[in-house]
């Protein structure tokens, strides 16, 4: 008989953390999951699709027994979220902000145990978070104490979650962009789920030159009236 080291199984640490953008930008899009359909959106977007997962009305983290109205969750082996919108104007996009998150893992493997942010413009990936404990968004179970649940937020200007800068991303109007949040490991168990009670993309609507120019007419074109008289 054959006896092997016992492997340890990596599984998602019990406990929460509590990190709010500093938001030096307005909300431009925002979910609350009480439907597919977002609760805020700026006229700068439009057209704002969530892929993956499923909405439930309720849902119980079975860490903590805290229950949350609203709740995205991973359904099956599926390990992305995607969010994605196109804009009408230009936007200096700052970052995304996950509320009351928390990760499950009955079968004890690595999934949502570390979650990447990626952000795509058109289709090409132009920021991304790493996939490290440090810099990816931690998939904590809750605590069990509190019954409170996870906040963090990543900046796209930065690789890291929780890392305020006030560098932004630039789009232009009419570009499409898209958010995923993945497993950096295979979820392969329709145990393993993450849920996210809510979340915001923070964003700094950028005027039109054509309206900041009218503006601008007009008000020479008042001076020169005045002077006028």
């Keep these: 008989m054959v006896f092997t080291a016992p492997i340890a199984l990596s599984c998602a640490p019990t406990g929460n953390v509590n990190y709010n953008i500093p938001n030096h930008c307005d909300a431009i899009l925002g979910y609350k999951f009480d439907s597919s ?4 959106m700026d006229s700068s977007v439009t057209n704002p699709v969530l892929n993956n997962g499923q909405v439930y009305s309720s849902l119980t983290n079975p860490h903590t027994g805290t229950t949350s109205n609203g709740v995205w969750a991973s359904v099956g082996s599926q390990d992305t979220m995607s969010l994605s919108f196109a804009t009408t104007q230009s936007i200096d996009l700052e970052g995304i902000q996950l509320n009351g998150y928390w990760s499950t893992e009955p079968t004890g493997s690595a999934a949502w145990d570390r979650i990447q942010g990626k952000l795509y413009v058109n289709g090409i990936l132009v920021a991304s978070t ?18 409170a649940n996870s906040n963090d937020y990543w900046e796209f200007a930065t690789s890291s979650v929780h890392t305020s800068t006030s560098g932004t ?11 995923d949040l993945m497993s950096t490991s295979t ?11 809510s979340l915001i993309v923070h964003g700094c609507a950028v005027p039109e ?16 009236r005045r002077r006028r008289t």
């Design 130 to 147: 790493g996939t490290s404990n440090t810099s990816a968004f931690r998939g904590y179970k809750g605590n069990t104490t509190t019954g």
């Design 187 to 197: 979820v392969g168990s329709s145990g393993n789920i993450l849920a996210i009670d």
């Design 209 to 224: 030159p054509s309206s900041i120019m009218l503006t601008g007419l007009a008000a020479f074109g008042f001076t020169l």
């Design 37 to 40: 359909a977002p609760n805020l």
């Design 169 to 179: 991303y630039s789009v232009n109007s009419g570009d499409t962009v898209r958010i």
